[in-house]
C-alpha cells in the first residue's frame, strides 16, 4: 500500500502483501469494512500466477484464506453487494468461491 506523503506527488510504501502467493500477485481489490462477513476492518483480496485468490484481514495484512480452482492466471478479483469474492482468469472462467463466509 502506498500513502502520499506530501504534495508533491511523493509517495511511501506503508505496507505490502506477503506470504499467500507462490508466485507474483496480478491484481488487488480493496473490500471496505463491514462488507464481507469475518472482516470487519475491511480485507484486501489478490489473484495471482498461481492461479489462486487470497484474502487478506486489512488491519495485520496476513492472508486469511486461500480460494482456489482456477486453472490459469487471475487477472480480475472484486466482490459483490453481499461481500462475495468474484474472479477472473485466463482459464475464461468466473469464480464464486462456495465459503461460509460468503
Not at 453487494?81 to 469464480?95: F, H, L, M, N, T
Request: charged content about 20%; hydrophobic content about 35%.
Amino acid at each position: 500500500m502506498w500513502e502520499a506523503r506530501d504534495d508533491e506527488g511523493s509517495f511511501e510504501c506503508t505496507r505490502t502483501l506477503a506470504g499467500g502467493h507462490s508466485k507474483a500477485i496480478v491484481c488487488v481489490h480493496w473490500v471496505p469494512p463491514q462488507v464481507m462477513e469475518g472482516f470487519a476492518e475491511g480485507a484486501f483480496v489478490s489473484g495471482g500466477m498461481d492461479f489462486n485468490v487470497v484474502v487478506w484481514d486489512a488491519v495485520g495484512s496476513s492472508p486469511s484464506l486461500k480460494l482456489q480452482g482456477h486453472e490459469q492466471v487471475i487477472t480480475k478479483v472484486t466482490h459483490d453487494a453481499k461481500g462475495r469474492i468474484i474472479s477472473g482468469s485466463q482459464d475464461k472462467y468466473e469464480s464464486f468461491p462456495d465459503h461460509p463466509s460468503y
